[in-house]
């Protein structure tokens, strides 16, 4: 079987997670020059800002790189759903003098689609990463036509079969520890939801193709440790979030550093779907997980406000913070030497 460095072509078996709204090309640049895979989210880029991203890509490194979508089925906006939504916030519209009415409704992100596929058809991505499953058959034709490889989330022994079935070429073992959204898409059961070195072994069992570890892993034996467990490669994302890289806030930087992010929930509050952030204000009065937030993406638009308001008085208190359980292994230093440091791991098993 080929190696995940022969599959994706690059020197280490190590894939920068993309994470979307915290970094864009300079941190799949820094990665990719330093041997791993640099990824490109591209969830909430805009078509203009996604061709500009993935031109600086270019310009900025001659090796292979990834560009990451979600693939979930836009849900029908509900208005009563909405209300409820409204509602739940309404003191906090209140506390903020905030006007409800004045607020737009809408997506917050945007799933992989046609006209995506031919933005990216002009630059062929050698590598595309799914979370939520994977587009349809002919949009994936489509992407593989071009000779791009592609890895998708799985949460299940399940999810990682169904992935398997339908093309993709290595599956990325998300485990329960991982920062961001949760890229379950079989299930929403959350109690379905593995910790990574519970989760690794039955997906390596389970399928043929290679399969990533990603959750937790923050340092050079938290690599090793993976690759023993049988990982073919790791995928990163928490431990990149200091780098000057990053474009996290100063608001999540504060947080990741401080003793807060030794508590992380799942929370549906931000967006409408479970992701991994720090305890703050809105997740401990509100959730973490709370039946008033619409379907994913709608819950977006009705916290926006809240956030624009708090993070305006140097408040997180209405943010998506946005960690993995794991993030002791932060550090203030560029993406390649994160990279660099967590190369040290493969040195026992390469
Ligand atoms: C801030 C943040 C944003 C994320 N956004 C995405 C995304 O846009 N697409 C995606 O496939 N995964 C996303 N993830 C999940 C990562 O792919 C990966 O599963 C996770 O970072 C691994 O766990 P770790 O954070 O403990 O390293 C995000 C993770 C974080 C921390």
């Known amino acids: 079987m080929a190696t995940l460095q022969q599959i994706l072509g690059t020197e280490l078996p190590l894939i920068q997670a993309p994470m979307a709204g915290i970094q864009v090309s300079a941190m799949a640049i820094a990665v990719s020059n330093a041997g791993g895979l640099g990824s490109l989210p591209c969830a909430m880029l805009s078509p203009d800002v996604m061709r500009s991203e993935l031109a600086a890509i270019r310009a900025g490194t001659d090796r292979p790189y990834n560009v990451n979508f979600f693939c979930h089925t836009p849900p029908v906006p509900s208005t009563e759903r909405e209300a409820t939504w409204r509602a739940a916030l309404a003191p906090y519209y209140a506390e903020f003098g905030i006007d409800a009415a004045s607020i737009p409704t809408g997506p917050g992100r945007n799933p992989f689609s046609a006209e995506v596929a031919d933005l990216l058809a002009e630059f062929k991505p050698p590598v595309v990463s799914f979370h939520f499953g994977l587009p349809p058959a002919e949009l994936l034709a489509r992407v593989h036509g071009w000779g791009a490889k592609v890895l998708a989330s799985a949460t299940t022994v399940e999810e990682a079969l169904w992935l398997e079935a339908h093309g993709a070429d290595a599956v990325i073992a998300q485990g329960l520890e991982a920062g961001g959204h949760r890229g379950h898409f079989l299930s929403h059961d959350l109690t379905k939801q593995l910790g990574t070195f519970a989760l690794l072994p039955q997906l390596v069992r389970a399928v043929k193709v290679p399969v990533i570890a990603a959750g937790g892993i923050a340092d050079a034996s938290g690599v090793a440790a993976a690759m023993a467990l049988g990982a073919a490669g790791v995928q990163v994302g928490t431990a990149y979030m200091l ?46 997980i709370g039946a008033a937030a619409p379907e994913f993406p709608l819950a977006t638009s009705g916290i926006a406000p809240l956030r624009a308001k708090a993070e305006a008085k140097g408040s997180g208190d209405f943010s998506p913070l946005w960690s993995g359980q794991n993030a002791a292994g932060c550090r203030e230093v560029s993406s390649a030497e994160v990279t660099r440091a967590l190369a040290q791991g493969f040195h026992a098993s390469l």
């Not at 990053?246 to 929930?265: G, V, W």
């Open 243 to 288: 780098t000057p890289e990053a474009t996290t806030s100063a608001i999540h930087r504060a947080a990741l550093k401080s003793e807060a992010a030794r508590h992380t929930a799942l929370t549906n509050l931000f967006t409408g779907r479970p992701a991994r952030g720090i305890v703050n204000r809105v997740m401990r009065e509100l959730g973490p």
